[in-house]
């Protein structure tokens, strides 16, 4: 699997080109507009290529490294999955999701894979999208597989569905399979995060742990236009009292020795981080609720290094 290579639009805060990474592939290029979002890639990988910039801008004539590489990945921001899809042509998001597709124009990788919301695999209300995708695709020599995946069966304590669709050069298709899973059980909350918990001495550690037992719901980054950091809409923060954690607001730090053994706590952004499987020493750049929008935005890179692994395989001779 060595000397693949891959362009990553929308990359934010890399964990989709981490997973990929990991499943072998080596980036020529990531290209993400929001400045926080490429000061944390160079944080973290200062000798990756990384381009600010904004994918409806991005010109691959003038880069041409990106020409003939093995994959051309996009995380792309989620495209609206209520009744506002029906009228959603112009967003932002539907323009974004379209214009990865247009880059297979230029860039002609043997593979592309996108990661969005799952109503975009089968909804209704993205059936005019889904066709612009397959004429576009079939006029390129691509075939096409849409499908659903949950992080939670790539071993992130987290239940949090994608809809994925990955396309191939004719010749590559058929050996291509979708990720199974990795994992024979979740991850439950409890677990992924007793040793952080602990980590100042807080006397519930323990005890919070054992009752944490589910996944966590799905993190969500929240609005680039409205206020802090929180855990999610009123439902997500239901779950997450029932496993004693306070989502109204992120903490600046785990609970120390003075804090209620019984009582609920709240999460900080490096364990929301945890959440979504980044490894430990991944840094994210800026302040707290910038940080934690680029962690709720961001793929877990366990799926990115299965669908790498799934798609390094169709691409082997």
Not at 10 to 15: F, I
Not at 229 to 250: F, S, Y
Request: proline share 8%; charged share 20%.
């Amino acid at each position: 699997m060595s000397g693949l290579r891959f362009v990553d639009v929308c990359a934010g805060a890399g964990g989709l080109a981490l997973g990929l990474e990991e499943a072998g592939f080596e980036p020529v290029l990531l290209l993400d507009r929001k400045p926080v979002a490429c000061e944390t890639l160079r944080l973290n990988r200062p000798a990756w290529n990384i381009l600010e910039m904004d994918l409806l801008d991005f010109v691959p004539d003038e880069y041409p490294e990106t020409y003939d590489v093995d994959l051309l990945s996009a995380g792309l921001p989620r495209v609206k999955s209520s009744a506002t899809a029906a009228r959603a042509g112009s967003t932002e998001e539907l323009r974004l999701l379209e214009a990865a597709v247009l880059l297979a124009h230029s860039v002609q990788p043997r593979a592309l894979v996108i990661e969005n919301v799952p109503g975009l695999v089968d909804a209704p209300e993205f059936e005019d999208v889904r066709e612009f995708i397959r004429k576009e695709l079939e006029h390129l020599g691509y075939r096409f597989l849409w499908f659903v995946l949950n992080a939670a069966d790539f071993g992130v304590p987290q239940d949090r569905k994608q809809g994925v669709l990955v396309a191939l050069k004719q010749q590559y298709f058929d050996a291509f399979g979708p990720p199974v899973p990795t994992v024979a059980s979740h991850v439950p909350v409890g677990c992924a995060l007793h040793e952080s918990m602990a980590a100042r001495g807080w006397p519930g550690a323990d005890a919070w742990a054992a009752q944490a037992l589910n996944v966590a719901p799905t993190l969500v980054g929240g609005s680039e236009n409205r206020g802090g950091a929180d855990l999610g809409p009123t439902g997500t923060k239901r779950a997450w009292e029932r496993m004693r954690v306070n989502g109204g607001a992120l903490a600046d730090e785990v609970p120390g020795p003075e804090a209620d053994p019984a009582g609920m706590v709240k999460l900080t952004d490096a364990q929301t981080a945890l959440l979504q499987a980044f490894p430990p020493e991944w840094r994210f750049a800026g302040k707290k609720t910038a940080r934690y929008r680029q962690i709720g935005h961001a793929s877990p890179p366990p799926v990115g290094t299965a669908l790498g692994l799934a798609i390094a395989a169709a691409l082997s001779p």
